[in-house]
């Protein structure tokens, strides 16, 4: 399994933006499709976005078109998710997720992705 280890989580106002990094080690991350998810308090995990291992395709889920972009950089092992124009209804802990391609392309449930970081706090401010 690669491991995951998220970072750049903070707080910030309505409007605002922050960049999510996801750092890798183990298996060869290039290998991996790999996707952000987020739960907010007393909801449950959700998909935000998802990029193919070879960064070629990205798909995300409609709250968030237009605003964040996930990106992959295969030669530092890093994941990254821009988020732009933040609302309040953005805060939540984000995690980052992985799937090795040996398993096909994933859909769009936590439990389709098999590698899992520990999260970081997303809190936007009204």
């Known amino acids: 399994q690669v491991q995951l280890v998220e970072s750049g989580g903070g707080l910030v106002q309505a409007g605002g933006s922050l960049r999510l990094s996801c750092a890798a080690s183990?298996?060869?991350?290039?290998?991996?499709?790999m996707g952000w998810f987020r739960q907010a308090p007393g909801k449950e995990r959700e998909f935000v976005a998802g990029?193919?291992?070879?960064?070629?395709?990205?798909y995300y889920v409609d709250s968030v078109k237009g605003r964040f972009t996930i990106s992959r950089d295969n030669a530092k092992n890093t994941l990254y998710l821009q988020m732009n124009s933040l609302k309040p209804e953005d805060t939540a802990v984000y995690f980052c997720?992985?799937?090795?391609?040996?398993?096909?392309?994933?859909?769009?449930?936590?439990?389709?992705?098999?590698?899992w970081g520990q999260g970081t706090q997303v809190t936007v401010s009204s």
């Open positions: 997720a992985g799937r090795h391609l040996s398993l096909g392309s994933p859909g769009l449930r936590d439990s389709d992705f098999t590698s």
């Open positions: 183990g298996r060869a991350f290039s290998n991996y499709y």
């Open positions: 990029i193919s291992w070879t960064g070629g395709s990205t």
